[in-house]
């Protein structure tokens, strides 16, 4: 894992709560597939990424392990995008992301992990999100306010 990777999930466990039951998050074991972050109380998890930018796609992770998940009928989890810009600081959470949001890429053989199968996190302007940090930006569902 990518040191601002890890940065970036310590800043959300820090400014966060969770987005069901309000209770602290907590950091997952390193390397763990899928999931960055836990509640404390309830069975929320979550995948965190950190960007400098949105944008319509971000990088995902493996892509074997998610493509297990789904073929065992499993739901994609939850999205948490940290965006650290230079002017501005916004923490999203995407509640649903569906297959058709993912999209295979293979690194190319020169890469450290050459021929590895990864996912990217595709068209996430098309997917609904609430804006948990600040909590003061206003709500994209129509969904009581988690902040």
């Given at each position: 894992m990518k040191n601002s990777g890890l940065e970036g999930e310590k800043e959300v466990v820090a400014l966060v709560k969770c987005p069901y039951c309000g209770s602290?998050?907590?950091l997952m074991p390193r390397n763990q597939p899928l999931i960055d972050v836990k509640c404390t109380k309830c069975v929320f998890t979550a995948q965190i990424k950190t960007v400098k930018k949105i944008n319509k796609e971000i990088l995902g992770g493996g892509y074997d392990i998610i493509d297990k998940t789904t073929?065992?009928?499993?739901?994609?989890p939850p999205l948490i995008i940290n965006i650290k810009s230079e002017n501005?600081?916004?923490i999203r959470f995407y509640p649903f992301i569906t297959k058709k949001n993912l999209k295979k890429r293979i690194l190319s053989k020169e890469a450290k992990r050459a021929n590895y199968k990864m996912f990217n996190?595709?068209?996430?302007?098309?997917l609904p999100y609430i804006i948990i940090y600040p909590c003061e930006k206003s709500v994209n569902l129509r969904v009581p306010s988690i902040c």
């Open positions: 602290k998050l907590q073929k065992a009928g499993y739901l994609i501005n600081k916004e996190y595709i068209d996430l302007d098309k």
